[in-house]
Every structure is written in structure tokens, then in C-alpha cells.
């Protein structure tokens, strides 16, 4: 696949302001259970929590076949139908606080194509600075990946065994529910997190998929139980397997060095969907 055109993205940018107002934080809570739903101004929001805000806003009428919003204007016009949020590296280096107006500036960083075992491949990287006035608050390199269609003949992602050390662990029910409610949080319509069919003989998924920000969402919201007055600093992630709606899994976490954490998403099948670090202070 040549990506002379989709070069033609690099450099593009965008802007995005936000007010963070208390219901999308107040409603993430609720989501994830928490016992204290009680977010104002002035509070602090948590970490990750920063994807519930500066969504892209489009008319149904633009959407894609698969509930995204169509490409060619932001991002490039990657003709793979499959997408999914490989990972991103960020760094939190001042809260974001409730009733404050944020700037959050989008940047392609890169467009690059390659064959893997499953067929063509895409990767973008788009990095993500929010700002209030002078001051950066969050760095973010997100990775997208797009992929061919699954076919019959489409190898299956090779699965990495879960680590069996661990400090801390918590059961999930990814519930369609949980799906639902994320998806409306985040404005995302992409079908694969609904729509079972779809799914299923479309994009030739087992289920329902899990969103991977949700996960990666999850692992912070973990660690923050088990320590809770720890202010997270640097966080990176990677998908490596998809979970479904239909599968069990656990929140994994262990100290690998003072300040320092090792977590992971484990499938109930043993195999990780998503391995992360994180650096507190």
C-alpha cells in the first residue's frame, strides 16, 4: 500500500477548547462505581479523564459506514476499514481542574504502512497538547492503527501469557452496558462497540469489543484504589489483544520499583489484552 498521499497529512493540526463541566466527570464515576460522585468546580479530574472532553462534534450525516466520523479532513483517508486505539505515551504535568477552559492542540505526527501477519497495516500518530494559556498540562502520543477487513484466511493475533505476580487484582464484567455508557460519554459512535452483527459478521469480531481508552481507563482507576493518594505523572499503554463483552477480565498491577508500576488487562483465556506502565509521585 503507498502512502504518498496520506503523507500529505503530517504537520496537519487542530484546535479544540473545552469547559470541563461536573456532569461527564460526575457520570464516568457512576460508571465505574465509585462510592464518592461528588465532582465540582475546582476539583481535580482524573487522570485519563480528559478524553470525556474536546470530542469531535459531526453531523450524523458525516459519519462513516462504521459510526466514526469520516476521514479526509482531520485525520487521513486510511481506506483499511478497521481502526482501533493501539496505545499512547502521556505525560501529566499540571491537573486539569473542573469549571477551568482548556485548549487541546492535535497534531499527525506520522503516517506509516506495513504488512504484518494479519495483512496491510497502517499506524498514525497523532500527538495531543492541552493547555491552559502557557502552561501544558497534558502530553499525549496517541497511536492508531488500521487493518484490512478479517477474512477466513486471517491469522489470528498471537497471544502473550499474562505475568503471575502481581500486587493487586479486580474482576470487570465488560457488560454491554459499561460499553454503552462509555461510548455515550465519549461521543463515540464506532459500531463495533454496539452493534453485535456488525461486529460479528462485518469486522469479524467474537463480540462485542471493548474500547481500548476504556481499558487503558480502567488500569489508572485501579491503581488509584489501591493507592490512592499517588498523583500520576507518565502513563503508557499498549493493546495487544482485543476483549470482548462476552469475557471476564482482570485489572492487574504490581510495584516493579519504588514510585514505579507494571499493570496489565488479563482475559480470562490467561492472555493480555493490554500491558501499561505508569510512574507516580
Known sequence: MTTVNLQDWIGKTEERNDLLTAFPANAMAATLNHEQINYSDNKI???????????????????GYD?????????????????????SRIQFLEPLKIGHEYKKTSTIKNVMAKSGRSGELVFVTVSHEVSNGPSICINEEH????????????????LVESPN???FSIDINPDPVLLFRYSALTFNGHRIHYDYPFCTETEGYDGLVVHGPLLATLLLDGLASQKPDAVVQNFEFRAMAPVFDNMNFKIRGIETEPTEYSLWIEREDGAMAMSAKAKVK
Not at 479530574?45 to 459519519?63: D, G, N, R, T, V
Open 45 to 63: 479530574l482524573p487522570p485519563l479523564w480528559h478524553w470525556l472532553f474536546f470530542l469531535p462534534i459531526f453531523k450524523l450525516s458525516e459519519a
Open 67 to 87: 459510526g466514526h466520523a469520516a476521514l479526509g479532513d482531520f485525520l487521513p483517508p486510511v481506506k483499511l476499514p478497521r481502526r482501533m486505539w493501539a496505545g
Open 143 to 158: 497511536d492508531i492503527v488500521y487493518r484490512e477487513k478479517a477474512t477466513t484466511n486471517s491469522e489470528a493475533p498471537k
Open 165 to 167: 505476580k502481581f500486587d
